[in-house]
C-alpha cells in the first residue's frame, strides 16, 4: 500500500466531542476531509446545527449529537444510540475543554469542579463507554486533546494545568490498558491558537507580545493547524503509535 493511503479514514465514523467551534470544529473537518463520518457533540443544539451546516455545505459527512459529556448517563445513551443508528465508532477524539481563570487562592471551589467534570471527568466517561465497545471488536483510535498546560504552568489557570496534566497521564495510562486489546490512544497538545477560549489573551497587547516572542516560530497557532496531527493519530499511519502526546505548539514546548 502506498504509504498516502494510510492516512485515509474512509468509512470510519468518529465521534469529536465539543465540535460546535473552534479547536473542535477544525479537527472534525479534518478528519472529514480524510473521509471519515464525523458525529459532531456540543451542548448547545442551535451552535452544533450550525456548525453541521457548515461543514456539510463543504461537502462533508457529517452528523450531530448534542449531549452533555460531564453527564455519565447521556454519554452511554449517546454512544449507544451512534452505534445502533450509523454503525461502529473506530475514531474518539475528546476535546471538550472549558476554562477558568483566577489567582488559585481565590479560586472557587465551584469553578473546580465544573472544570474537572468537562476536562476531566468527561474524557474518562467518553473513553470508558467507546473502549467498552471497542475492545470486542479489537481495533480502534482514541485521541485526547491535552495542552502545553499538560507539561508547563502559568498563573491564575492553575486547575485548568491541573486536569490537563491529569488527561496527558489518563492517556498514557489508557494506552497501557487498551493496546492489547489493538486500540491505540494518543494525545495532542494544542499550544496557543486563536480561538475565543483565548479570546482574552489574543487581546492583550502585552501577554500577545510575550508569547509571539517566546515561540519559535514567532506566532500564534491557527486551528486549522491541527488537524493533520488528529488525521495522522486517527490513520493506519499511526497504528503502532501509542501512549504518545504529540505537541502542535510552535516550538514553544521546546525552548527556554
Given amino acids: 500500500m502506498n504509504v498516502l493511503d494510510t492516512f485515509r479514514l474512509d468509512g470510519r465514523i468518529a465521534l469529536v466531542t465539543g465540535s460546535s467551534a473552534g479547536i473542535g470544529t477544525a479537527l472534525a473537518r479534518g478528519l472529514a476531509?480524510?473521509?471519515?463520518?464525523?458525529?459532531?457533540?456540543?451542548?448547545?443544539?442551535?451552535?452544533?446545527?450550525?456548525?453541521?451546516?457548515?461543514?456539510?455545505?463543504?461537502?462533508?459527512?457529517?452528523?450531530?449529537?448534542a449531549f452533555d459529556v460531564a453527564d455519565r448517563a447521556a454519554v452511554d445513551a449517546a454512544v449507544d444510540a451512534i452505534e445502533r443508528e450509523l454503525g461502529p465508532i473506530e475514531i474518539l477524539v475528546n476535546n471538550a475543554g472549558i476554562q477558568r481563570r483566577a489567582s488559585f487562592i481565590d479560586f472557587p471551589a465551584a469553578d473546580w469542579q465544573e472544570l474537572m467534570r468537562t476536562n476531566l471527568d468527561a474524557v474518562f466517561h467518553a473513553a470508558q463507554a467507546v473502549a467498552r465497545r471497542m475492545v470486542?471488536?479489537?481495533?480502534?483510535?482514541?485521541?485526547?486533546?491535552?495542552?502545553?498546560?499538560?507539561?508547563?504552568?502559568?498563573?491564575?489557570?492553575?486547575?485548568?494545568?491541573?486536569?490537563?496534566?491529569?488527561?496527558?497521564?489518563?492517556?498514557?495510562?489508557?494506552?497501557?490498558?487498551l493496546g492489547p486489546s489493538g486500540i491505540n490512544v494518543n494525545g495532542i497538545g494544542p499550544g496557543y491558537f486563536k480561538t475565543?477560549?483565548?479570546?482574552?489573551?489574543?487581546?492583550?497587547?502585552?501577554?500577545?507580545?510575550?508569547?509571539?516572542?517566546?515561540?519559535?516560530?514567532?506566532?500564534?497557532g491557527e486551528v486549522e493547524e491541527l488537524a493533520g496531527a488528529a488525521v495522522f493519530l486517527a490513520s493506519d499511519a499511526a497504528r503502532f503509535v501509542n501512549g504518545h502526546i504529540l505537541y502542535v505548539d510552535g516550538g514553544l514546548t521546546a525552548s527556554v
Fill in 33 to 65: 476531509q480524510a473521509g471519515a463520518r464525523v458525529v459532531l457533540n456540543g451542548r448547545d443544539a442551535q451552535r452544533l446545527a450550525e456548525a453541521q451546516a457548515q461543514l456539510r455545505g463543504e461537502g462533508l459527512a457529517v452528523e450531530a449529537r
Fill in 136 to 177: 470486542p471488536r479489537g481495533r480502534g483510535r482514541i485521541i485526547n486533546i491535552c495542552s502545553v498546560m499538560s507539561e508547563l504552568g502559568r498563573p491564575g489557570i492553575v486547575p485548568y494545568t491541573a486536569s490537563k496534566g491529569a488527561v496527558k497521564m489518563l492517556t498514557k495510562g489508557l494506552a497501557a490498558d
Fill in 196 to 220: 475565543e477560549l483565548n479570546r482574552k489573551l489574543i487581546d492583550d497587547a502585552a501577554f500577545s507580545g510575550w508569547l509571539v516572542a517566546r515561540t519559535p516560530m514567532r506566532r500564534w
